[in-house]
């Protein structure tokens, strides 16, 4: 038998979320979690403006209205096959949850891969509204079975602690 006839799980996709995987676990185990996590956040941030710009574009606006925002962060979630839907949405916060990570089971104990989704959503968010606020309160990566994430819109002393501060220009 060839090795071109093997049925084996190696394609682009699982090569390209294999190979982040590995990146992040490394940073991971070499700099920390929470400088790990720093890194992907600048990641997150060049991708959020590129995504933010895309999805302005197209949509023919300056800036995005909150209810075009809950829908992009959606949106872009499911064109990389991610499972976000709304929980709660007011004038104040979106509340998301998710049942699947675009990662897939590769981001189990790779928590630094969230950053990618705060910094995304909180650039997305603060860019178009002026001011966001990205809480993970619950991951896949942490072995839950789903994630809960909360934007938050205005600025509060009532914040979680473990919210991310974005600030729009």
């Known amino acids: 038998m060839q090795a071109s006839e093997l ?3 190696l394609e682009r996709d699982v090569f ?9 676990g490394t940073l991971q185990d070499v700099v920390g979690l929470d400088d790990a996590s720093g890194y992907i956040s600048v990641v997150g941030v060049a991708v959020g403006e590129q995504i933010d710009h895309q999805y302005r574009s197209a949509l023919a606006v300056d800036r995005l209205t909150r209810a075009q925002v ?17 929980i709660e949405e007011t004038e104040d916060r979106i509340v998301l949850g998710n049942r699947a990570c675009p990662f897939g089971e590769l981001v189990r104990d ?9 910094n995304v959503f909180g650039h997305i968010a603060a860019q178009n ?3 966001a606020a990205v809480d993970l309160e619950r991951t896949i990566a942490e072995g839950h079975p789903d994630c809960r994430v909360t ?8 914040l979680p602690l473990t919210a991310r501060a974005y600030h729009g220009r």
Not at 70 to 86: A, E, N, P
């Open 110 to 118: 790779r928590p630094s891969l969230c950053m990618m989704t705060s």
């Open 70 to 86: 809950t829908d992009v962060l959606i949106d872009l979630k499911r064109r990389i096959q991610g499972d976000f839907f709304v």
């Open 7 to 9: 049925e084996l799980p």
């Open 129 to 131: 509204l002026g001011y």
């Open 151 to 158: 934007v938050y819109l205005r600025a509060s002393d009532d």
């Open 16 to 24: 390209s979320r294999t190979l982040i995987r590995e990146l992040a």
